[in-house]
């Protein structure tokens, strides 16, 4: 499923699109204030890529990691 991620990354498709699993689309809302004339649908589907992507490293069981320190380990 690596390879899914990357052509999803690629084609501007989601996994969950790609893949034909449920979407994270149908449960996102999104509640943005769009400054310096931002364009709120790239916006969301940029979102959305970060938020399929977490799906998916969750489903995988990768957890997800908060470096702190200044990002020292």
Not at 40 to 61: K, T
């Amino acid at each position: 499923m690596p390879e899914l991620v990357a052509i999803a990354w690629a084609t501007g498709a989601t996994v969950a699109e790609l893949a034909g699993t449920g979407t994270v689309a149908e449960r996102v809302e999104c509640a943005a204030r769009a400054t310096n004339h931002a364009d709120m649908d790239s916006m969301r589907e940029a979102l959305l890529h970060f938020l399929d992507l977490d799906d998916y490293l969750s489903g995988q069981a990768i957890p997800a990691t908060v470096l702190s320190g200044g990002g020292k380990r």
